[in-house]
């Protein structure tokens, strides 16, 4: 029996039969050394079909068990193969937690690997081996599924996407809101693109917290934002928060699209891709007629400057974090979080006719 | 005057909590422990968190002749050292950038026009639109003088649109009416809804859960009442003695100490009913109805109710500790209390005839701070005829340290026979949350500078307990009462507190 205790774990652990799954984990906790607690807050599902799903899956979750307690079912799906099979593995991942080093507390993981037409069995897979009376995350990695599988999703409390990969974000902003509503309230959807801008939504709304800064708020003339490879999306989306909160109507969809004030003033939007770095979008100004402001990462990285700037005045700033970019950072401030994001539909309707313009 | 501003409508949904106004914090005797161990790296955490408001000064006001610079980088090595989470010297430049340092002492008129003009520049400079925080961090002996000078040179009064608030640091008072005087003079400079007495017990995070776990949850509160519960306990026990407080504690001893504020907080947030709402008063009405519902301990009622006792020396984790009398700076002779345990009765009819224990002490065998819910046994019939059962269910919850709560359920032993014993199923908030938790003051000084005086102590509250707890100290005073017992260093306390349970065929909880 597996039981891990680094980060750097990419092992799925030991291999069982899939009806064999629960007493195996049995045994695995009456094997255990005393002083090992197991721990679960929910039941992470993670589905993918990349082929490295395991590899890159496995570290992510055990580091991810150091903060928040979890029964993972790693799921790797091949629809493309030819023979139907099931595998599955057990481990668990061990962190010590509390001062002194006196305790281990233990998340399991359980991995399957469906082949062919296996791979249409994931409901039953999935709720054979839940844990009871938790809430049921599904991290859904890479492009949705199409006309999605009511049984599924009927029982799901959160669904997870990251949307800045999908090559039709339209279409799957489209379908995932087909799956929200197959939860009839239930189901909360989490963008991780959404979640990876939350630092940099912040720091924008401390600025404008500012009495001097609020009274500029309607004068927004120009936006730019830089955002890294790859994350048009989340540039964005952070657009489409900006522009559902301040009421703004899109009045011209293209590459530099722009939006016309509920005072009838227009903002000119400029999305740049040239942030350096591995940021995924961290430097935005703000044109404010006699005013500027800008939100910008400060040199270390950790924090972002937030500045507002009167002319003839100091500039008045203030440090932020800025969180951590890792995809493990971003699912544990999702997972730490209660509630919905209600700001999140609003955001993406703002922009809708630019996500389908690509 | 400050225009209204309308809301930020990008705040939205960032955070659940109120945001906290700019301001300026303005620390009177900020060269004490208190600042550099407690308010600076607390601050610094909540930067550090993003949870301090767009614009922040601290204006240190002290006697001692220091430089703003100077006393930065006192606070930066301060902070290094106590903060819970190692220092960003990014972070750390630039929130420091923001901390001044006033030197007058508290008495100088002069002091406080100076001030004055500072914050008006520091409003200019940082947006911190007229909104002042002070925070009483200097001895007791000096508050009149700086509540005086705050009324006096205007700073007490906010400009309109703007606010000025007052935290004051405990003891509020060492009796009821030097607590009274203390209060008016509060009163006389600050709207008892801009004061905000702290009791770090009140931030504790498992404190917090306490309402939670009542109100959020319909199986306990059920049984909250005299129907099922047989008793209350609640310990706040210390492994330490009294180290280098011996000069504060010799004048206090464990009632006033721990007695009145703390462990009164904690019987309030058991005992009270559900408030109304979430809102300040709300809660604080419901806590002043059970102080308001406390049987007085006055005269023969003191001897029958409660014992004082105070450590001789003993053993703890093995090592030898001396008496209390033997500790540096306690007086030979001393009568000071160190243990203190009381058997009190709510008048009211949720919890009429339901004695709630309350312990604490210094020296003990491990420092522990909980509240046990002992629930009363099922009909000595079928599995309940041997009396081990009688109590078997309890919940437990664990202030500090561990926080956290436990349930005690009988349960079948394996097997042919019939056994039964007592299981536990226990709730860690370490296991289950593994983000740290932030210190109380974090939670304490945010709220304050949001306006939220639901963690604080009201005025009616503080002199309700030293009320209640002034009949007791009278009773000691004037000989009604039994004097000081004495318990050895590492015991759990003086044989007689186990006697004042056991007339109730109650037990103390083995912690």
Same mark, same amino acid.
């Given at each position: 029996?597996?039981?891990?205790?680094?980060?750097?774990?990419?092992?799925?652990?030991?291999?069982?039969?899939?009806?064999?799954?629960?007493?195996?984990?049995?045994?695995?906790?009456?094997?255990?050394?005393?002083?090992?607690?197991?721990?679960?807050?929910?039941?992470?599902?993670?589905?993918?079909?990349?082929?490295?799903?395991?590899?890159?899956?496995?570290?992510?979750?055990?580091?991810?068990?150091?903060?928040?307690?979890?029964?993972?079912?790693?799921?790797?799906?091949?629809?493309?193969?030819?023979?139907?099979?099931?595998?599955?593995?057990?481990?668990?991942?061990?962190?010590?937690?509390?001062?002194?080093?006196?305790?281990?507390?233990?998340?399991?993981?359980?991995?399957?690997?469906?082949?062919?037409?296996?791979?249409?069995?994931?409901?039953?897979?999935?709720?054979?081996?839940?844990?009871?009376?938790?809430?049921?995350?599904?991290?859904?990695?890479?492009?949705?599924?199409?006309?999605?599988?009511?049984?599924?999703?009927?029982?799901?409390?959160?669904?997870?996407?990251?949307?800045?990969?999908?090559?039709?974000?339209?279409?799957?902003?489209?379908?995932? &809101?087909?799956?929200?509503?197959?939860?009839?309230?239930?189901?909360?959807?989490?963008?991780?693109?959404?979640?990876?801008?939350?630092?940099?939504?912040?720091?924008?709304?401390?600025?404008?917290?500012?009495?001097?800064?609020?009274?500029?708020?309607?004068?927004?003339?120009?936006?730019?934002?830089?955002?890294?490879?790859?994350?048009?999306?989340?540039?964005?989306?952070?657009?489409?928060?900006?522009?559902?909160?301040?009421?703004?109507?899109?009045?011209?969809?293209?590459? &530099?699209?722009?939006?016309? &004030?509920?005072?009838?003033?227009?903002?000119?939007?400029?999305?740049?891709?040239?942030?350096?770095?591995?940021?995924?979008?961290?430097?935005?100004r703000f044109d404010l007629g006699d005013a500027k402001?800008?939100?910008?990462?400060?040199?270390?990285?950790?924090?972002?400057?937030?500045?507002?700037?009167? &002319?003839?005045?100091?500039?008045?700033?203030?440090?932020?974090?800025?969180?951590?970019?890792?995809?493990?950072?971003?699912?544990?401030?999702?997972?730490?979080?209660?509630?919905?994001?209600?700001?999140?539909?609003?955001?993406?309707?703002?922009?809708?006719?630019?996500?389908?313009?690509? | 005057?400050?225009?209204?501003?309308?809301?930020?409508?990008?705040?939205?949904?960032?955070?659940?909590?109120?945001?906290?106004?700019?301001?300026?914090?303005?620390?009177?005797?900020?060269?004490?422990?208190?600042?550099?161990?407690?308010?600076?790296?607390?601050?610094?955490?909540?930067?550090?968190?993003?949870?301090?408001?767009?614009?922040?000064?601290?204006?240190?006001?002290?006697?001692?002749?220091?430089?703003?610079?100077?006393?930065?980088?006192?606070?930066?090595?301060?902070?290094?050292?106590?903060?819970?989470?190692?220092?960003?010297?990014?972070?750390?430049?630039?929130?420091?950038?923001?901390?001044?340092?006033?030197?007058?002492?508290?008495?100088?008129?002069?002091?406080?026009?100076?001030?004055?003009?500072?914050?008006?520049?520091?409003?200019?400079?940082?947006?911190?639109?007229?909104?002042r925080l002070f925070y009483l961090a200097s001895s007791?002996?000096?508050?009149?003088?700086?509540?005086?000078?705050?009324?006096?040179?205007?700073?007490?009064?906010?400009?309109?649109?703007?606010?000025?608030?007052?935290?004051?640091?405990?003891?509020?008072?060492?009796?009821?009416?030097?607590?009274?005087?203390?209060?008016?003079?509060?009163?006389?400079?600050?709207?008892?809804?801009?004061?905000?007495?702290?009791?770090?017990?009140?931030?504790?995070?498992?404190?917090?859960?306490?309402?939670?776990?009542?109100?959020?949850?319909?199986?306990?509160?059920?049984?909250?009442?005299?129907?099922?519960?047989?008793?209350?306990?609640?310990?706040?026990?210390?492994?330490?003695?009294?180290?280098?407080?011996?000069?504060?504690?010799?004048?206090?001893?464990?009632?006033?100490?721990?007695?009145?504020?703390?462990?009164?907080?904690?019987?309030?947030?058991?005992?009270?009913?559900?408030?109304?709402?979430?809102?300040?008063?709300?809660?604080?009405?419901?806590?002043?109805?059970?102080?308001?519902?406390?049987?007085?301990?006055?005269?023969?009622?003191?001897?029958?109710?409660?014992?004082?006792?105070?450590?001789?020396?003993?053993?703890?984790?093995?090592?030898?500790?001396?008496?209390?009398?033997?500790?540096?700076?306690?007086?030979?002779?001393?009568?000071?209390?160190?243990?203190?345990?009381?058997?009190?009765?709510? @008048?009211?009819?949720?919890?009429?005839?339901?004695?709630?224990?309350?312990?604490?002490?210094?020296?003990?065998?491990?420092?522990?701070?909980?509240?046990?819910?002992?629930?009363?046994?099922?009909?000595?019939?079928?599995?309940?005829?041997?009396?081990?059962?009688?109590?078997?269910?309890?919940?437990?919850?664990?202030?500090?340290?561990?926080?956290?709560?436990?349930?005690?359920?009988?349960?079948?032993?394996?097997?042919?026979?019939?056994?039964?014993?007592?299981?536990?199923?226990?709730?860690?908030?370490?296991?289950?949350?593994?983000?740290?938790?932030?210190?109380?003051?974090?939670?304490?000084?945010?709220?304050?500078?949001?306006?939220?005086?639901?963690?604080?102590?009201?005025? @009616?509250?503080?002199?309700?307990?030293?009320?209640?707890?002034?009949?007791?100290?009278?009773?000691?005073?004037?000989?009604?009462?039994?004097?000081?017992?004495?318990?050895?260093?590492?015991?759990?306390?003086?044989?007689?507190?186990?006697?004042?349970?056991?007339?109730?065929?109650?037990?103390?909880?083995?912690?």
């Open positions: 029996m597996t039981v891990s205790s680094t980060v750097e774990n990419i092992s799925p652990g030991l291999r069982v039969e899939v009806g064999e799954i629960d007493r195996k984990l049995g045994e695995l906790w009456s094997a255990s050394e005393a002083g090992k607690v197991r721990a679960s807050l929910i039941n992470l599902v993670i589905y993918s079909e990349s082929k490295d799903a395991i590899a890159l899956n496995t570290p992510l979750l055990a580091g991810l068990a150091a903060d928040h307690a979890f029964r993972a079912l790693l799921v790797q799906a091949d629809p493309s193969a030819n023979e139907t099979k099931i595998e599955a593995w057990i481990t668990a991942h061990c962190h010590l937690r509390e001062s002194g080093g006196q305790k281990e507390i233990c998340s399991e993981q359980i991995t399957f690997r469906l082949h062919g037409p296996a791979a249409g069995r994931l409901p039953s897979i999935v709720f054979s081996h839940l844990d009871s009376d938790l809430p049921l995350c599904l991290w859904w990695q890479g492009p949705l599924h199409p006309n999605p599988a009511p049984d599924l999703w009927a029982q799901v409390d959160r669904i997870i996407v990251d949307s800045h990969s999908w090559p039709d974000p339209a279409g799957q902003f489209s379908t995932l &809101q087909e799956i929200e509503s197959i939860g009839r309230g239930r189901c909360s959807v989490c963008d991780l693109t959404w979640t990876r801008a939350f630092h940099l939504r912040y720091a924008i709304a401390q600025i404008f917290d500012h009495a001097a800064a609020r009274e500029h708020l309607s004068r927004i003339r120009h936006v730019e934002i830089r955002y890294g490879a790859g994350h048009c999306i989340t540039a964005l989306e952070l657009l489409g928060w900006m522009a559902s909160r301040l009421g703004w109507q899109l009045v011209t969809i293209s590459d &530099q699209p722009v939006f016309r &004030q509920p005072d009838g003033q227009e903002v000119r939007c400029t999305l740049h891709d040239g942030l350096s770095g591995e940021s995924c979008v961290g430097d935005v402001a800008r939100v910008e990462r400060s040199r270390s990285g950790d924090f972002y400057l937030a500045e507002f700037t009167l &002319q003839g005045h100091a500039p008045i700033a203030q440090m932020l974090p800025a969180g951590r970019e890792r995809t493990e950072d971003i699912l544990l401030s999702e997972l730490g979080r209660v509630g919905r994001h209600p700001l999140f539909w609003p955001a993406i309707r703002s922009i809708e006719p630019l996500l389908r313009g690509g | 005057m400050e225009k209204d501003i309308p809301a930020n409508p990008l705040r939205a949904d960032l955070v659940s909590r109120a945001v906290a106004e700019p301001c300026t914090l303005v620390i009177f005797g900020a060269t004490g422990d208190l600042t550099r161990r407690k308010l600076i790296p607390a601050l610094y955490n909540l930067a550090a968190d993003g949870n301090l408001p767009s614009g922040l000064a601290v204006v240190c006001f002290a006697r001692r002749d220091k430089t703003s610079e100077g006393f930065r980088e006192e606070l930066g090595e301060a902070t290094r050292k106590y903060s819970r989470r190692p220092v960003n010297e990014e972070l750390w430049q630039q929130f420091a950038a923001n901390i001044f340092y006033h030197r007058s002492s508290f008495d100088e008129a002069g002091g406080y026009a100076s001030l004055a003009a500072e914050l008006e520049g520091i409003d200019e400079r940082l947006g911190t639109r007229g909104n007791p002996t000096e508050f009149d003088i700086i509540l005086e000078h705050l009324r006096g040179s205007g700073l007490s009064h906010a400009k309109p649109g703007s606010w000025a608030r007052l935290i004051v640091e405990k003891p509020f008072g060492t009796d009821y009416p030097s607590a009274q005087r203390l209060n008016t003079a509060v009163a006389s400079a600050f709207p008892e809804r801009e004061t905000f007495r702290i009791d770090h017990y009140l931030g504790k995070e498992t404190a917090q859960n306490l309402m939670v776990l009542r109100f959020a949850n319909t199986v306990f509160e059920a049984l909250w009442n005299h129907r099922y519960v047989e008793n209350v306990q609640i310990t706040a026990s210390e492994l330490l003695g009294v180290e280098t407080r011996a000069g504060y504690y010799e004048k206090s001893g464990a009632m006033r100490d721990m007695v009145q504020n703390h462990l009164l907080q904690l019987l309030c947030l058991t005992a009270m009913e559900p408030p109304t709402d979430l809102e300040a008063d709300a809660v604080r009405d419901e806590k002043v109805k059970v102080l308001r519902a406390l049987r007085p301990l006055t005269g023969d009622a003191v001897a029958a109710n409660v014992v004082r006792a105070q450590y001789t020396g003993g053993f703890i984790n093995g090592h030898d500790v001396p008496a209390y009398r033997q500790e540096p700076g306690v007086d030979p002779d001393s009568m000071t209390e160190t243990y203190v345990a009381l058997r009190l009765h709510i @008048d009211n009819w949720r919890w009429a005839g339901v004695p709630f224990f309350m312990r604490v002490g210094k020296r003990l065998p491990k420092s522990a701070t909980e509240i046990a819910i002992q629930f009363r046994g099922t009909p000595p019939v079928l599995f309940n005829r041997e009396s081990q059962l009688r109590d078997a269910n309890a919940l437990i919850i664990r202030i500090q340290p561990d926080e956290g709560i436990s349930f005690r359920m009988a349960a079948k032993l394996p097997g042919a026979l019939l056994q039964i014993e007592p299981v536990k199923m226990d709730f860690h908030y370490g296991t289950s949350f593994g983000k740290a938790t932030p210190e109380a003051y974090e939670r304490l000084l945010l709220d304050a500078m949001s306006g939220d005086a639901t963690l604080f102590a009201r005025r @009616d509250e503080v002199e309700h307990a030293w009320q209640f707890v002034d009949g007791i100290r009278a009773a000691w005073q004037d000989g009604s009462a039994p004097r000081l017992d004495f318990y050895a260093a590492g015991t759990w306390g003086p044989r007689e507190a186990d006697d004042l349970l056991a007339q109730d065929g109650a037990a103390w909880r083995r912690l």
